[in-house]
């Protein structure tokens, strides 16, 4: 994939500050979850901001909260305490149904599970974000499928495609609406590392051309180590920050 076809997609600007160029901005994040008798507070005053472009891995144990951390930043979950802003608007007190247009319109979710809908083909699946916004992007997602190498597989069915092949129809589908940022959790978890290592290529070489934002949980440090930076997470709150490769080479 050494040039994308979109042309009239233009790269975003890349960089890192509190300033205007902070593309995600979160502040004092509190989020508990009650299981039987027990509070369990996961998310312990969390701070952070997350540049345009920028490539940023969440590391941390089973447990630490990253997926949670992951999950309130990209509008899935609200927080009990706290704000997160999407390019400077405030995420959580927009009506519900703009925070869906900000989800669709603007944002990109993979997991580690695909969750393809099983009755459509590759190419109706990567459609499916498109449908929601009354597009038709059907272009758009057969050019994607060919970027990922899934070309020749199209009109194949989730069950016909190998772990590695439906994790490239879940990427294709994350780009599709063209999103400013992409949110992936564990997107190498059910992957031998022979396709983990080449989803995540596709993931990191796509950011990079496209200037999209990405933010990836995973417990891989080998693949973290080449993004942008890596936040090391540990018992709710905000314990290290890396620099990752990327920034060496880029």
Avoid at 52 to 68: H, N, P, Y
Wanted: charged residues 25%; proline residues 4%; neutral net charge.
């Amino acid at each position: 994939m050494s040039e994308l076809r979109w042309k009239s997609w233009p790269a975003q600007p890349r960089g890192r500050s509190v300033s205007q160029s902070s593309l995600i901005s979160a502040r004092n994040i509190h989020r508990t979850y009650t299981l039987g008798k027990k509070t369990v507070e996961v998310l312990r005053g969390i701070d952070l901001e997350i540049g345009r472009g920028e490539r940023v891995f969440l590391c941390g144990a089973s447990g630490a909260g990253k997926t949670t951390l992951l999950y309130t930043l990209a509008g899935l979950e609200r927080p009990e305490r706290g704000r997160v802003h999407i390019e400077g608007a405030d995420l959580y007190s927009l009506s519900q149904r703009e925070q869906s247009r900000v989800r669709n319109s603007k944002m990109g979710y993979i997991f580690q599970n695909y969750y393809l809908l099983p009755e459509l083909t590759a190419l109706e699946n990567v459609m499916v974000p498109g449908m929601i916004r009354s597009k038709n992007h059907r272009r758009q997602a057969m050019e994607l499928l060919d970027e990922v190498g899934l070309g020749g597989r199209v009109h194949h069915l989730p069950a016909e495609l190998s772990g590695g092949e439906q994790q490239r129809v879940a990427i294709a589908r994350a780009l599709v609406n063209k999103p400013t940022m992409v949110f992936a959790d564990e997107p190498t978890g059910n992957l031998d590392s022979r396709n983990g290592g080449e989803v995540m290529a596709l993931l990191l070489e796509f950011s990079k051309n496209l200037g999209t934002t990405l933010v990836v949980v995973t417990h891989d440090r080998i693949l973290a180590e080449k993004g942008d930076r890596t936040l090391e997470i540990a018992d709710g709150q905000m314990a290290g920050e890396n620099p990752g490769l990327a920034t060496e080479v880029d």
